[in-house]
């Protein structure tokens, strides 16, 4: 295990999901945006329109300082958070997934490079030639989406790899193709609301009104379809991962599936009214209130299935505090449970400070304090005043009298389909007993 990083009022898992919901927006507005770009273009050359490249020019330039500026940095931020938040989580996708990481590496520099050439070359070159660069990026923009949702899908469906360890056999599992149809809809709904941001700042009315139509139409499409593909996911999601969010498992989690419908809802409204009924009523106030209301729904539905992978970060193998939870033969891979269990969690532990001597009265509120952060904080904060799950407040709901009242409750953790089992022998589940009564009635 690596040294825990701790945070005061928010725990981990939430600074991940606010950088990773943030950077959904300019990825999937990256992957969605040029095929609107390259058909409006085409629509300028083939009937001989140069007033759309107007549109063209500030489109092009917003994709590339919000997507390849702001949201490279959002990318750097989400593998920095994950990293010291999960690290043997991203050393295991790593070690299994290295060659589809490189490869979609592969195709992001295309897009790097075509959207750099694309816009600077706007005008200067043959039109024919400047359509193939449009189509080069929107073709290596949605390939590495492709192979992004493998990895994605992996975490909560593994399927046959559980067995066999391979490559393919992960991959593509259950939900491969329903996310990957989603996602592909929805990023043009997304493109779809910048576009129409982008297009109510253009002078000339007609040309306006024509390309916020435009881009209502393809935003509804994405918005509906995506609707669509997103029951088709549904269904397709394991059965433990069914009973949390979609049978009452996790209550909590249906809400946020709820709230994300909802937003959705008033995105596709908002491309109907101020689209294609009352164009005229778009502008970038609007834009950016249906950016906010999008947030939330993307941060939602993230949530939503993010939450739904419990006990585990990669389903069936490795649990949310990073013990590696079952056997995998194919690739010589023991549970750590057992160990842990037999010869203790502590004993085992690589990092941890000098005085967590678990026989000395004076060190065993330090050595249950770096237990508890191992076992539960990944999840719940452990400062009574945190903002997000806060331990001691989960467990003042318990009223406990004892520390014994306390490891009775470790001990039934494995009983709770959402929460991973408590990992260590009888001293160290003792030793962390102490330290969560002592937060509670500090």
């Known amino acids: 295990m690596y040294p825990f990083w701790e945070l005061p009022f928010f725990t981990s898992g939430i600074v991940i999901a606010l950088i990773a919901t943030f950077h959904i ?48 940095l959002t990318g750097v931020g989400i ?52 359509l193939m660069l449009g189509w080069l990026y929107a073709w290596a923009a949605w390939i590495s989406m492709v192979i992004i949702t493998g990895i994605l899908a992996f975490m909560l469906s593994p399927g046959k790899w559980v067995e066999t360890g391979g490559f393919f056999d992960g991959f ?52 509906a379809a995506g609707a669509l593909f997103s029951v088709w996911y549904l269904f397709r999601i394991p059965a433990p991962a069914r009973e949390l969010g979609l049978e009452g498992g996790l209550p909590y989690l249906r809400t946020m599936l709820k709230a994300a419908g909802a937003s959705y809802l008033v995105v596709l409204l908002w491309f109907v009214l101020c689209g294609l009924i009352k164009p005229q009523w778009s502008g970038r106030a609007t834009g950016i209130v249906i950016l906010c209301i999008l947030f939330l729904g993307i941060g939602a539905g993230e949530g939503f299935r993010e939450g739904i992978r419990r006990p585990y970060i990669i389903a069936q193998y490795m649990y949310g505090n990073q013990i590696i939870g079952t056997d995998l033969a194919a690739k010589g891979i023991k549970s750590e449970v057992e160990k842990y269990d037999s010869q203790g969690f502590l004993k ?26 191992h076992q539960c904080g990944n999840c719940h ?62």
């Open 25 to 72: 927006l300019p990825c999937h507005l990256a992957t969605g945006a040029f095929w609107f770009n390259v058909y409006i273009e085409r629509k300028s050359v083939k009937e001989g329109r140069p007033e759309l490249m107007e549109f063209i020019k500030r489109y092009s330039l917003m994709i590339l300082v919000f997507c390849f500026v702001i949201g490279s």
């Open 79 to 130: 593998w920095f958070a994950a990293t010291v938040a999960s690290p043997r989580a991203i050393s295991g996708l790593i070690h299994n997934y290295v060659w589809g990481w490189a490869t979609e590496w592969v195709f992001f520099l295309i897009e790097i490079a075509a959207i750099y050439v694309y816009y600077y070359t706007l005008g200067r070159i043959d039109s024919k030639s400047h």
């Open 172 to 223: 593509f599992n259950e939900t491969y193709w329903p996310q990957l149809f989603t996602r592909t809809a929805l990023m043009f709904g997304i493109a779809g609301v910048y576009a129409v941001i982008v297009a109510s700042t253009l002078e000339d009315r007609k040309v306006r009104d024509e390309i916020v139509r435009k881009a209502a139409v393809w935003g509804i499409a994405g918005m």
């Open 348 to 373: 085992n532990l690589y990092f941890r400070p000098d005085k967590t001597d678990l026989e000395n009265p004076g060190d065993r509120l330090l050595a249950g304090r770096v237990i508890a952060l």
């Open 381 to 442: 904060a452990l400062d009574i005043h945190a903002k997000m799950r806060p331990l001691p407040a989960l467990l003042a709901n318990l009223s406990p009298e004892s520390p014994d009242d306390i490891a009775g409750f470790l001990e039934a953790l494995g009983d709770y389909p959402y929460m991973p089992p408590f990992s260590g022998n009888d001293e160290d589940k003792a030793a962390a007993a102490e330290y969560l009564f002592w937060i509670v009635r500090r």
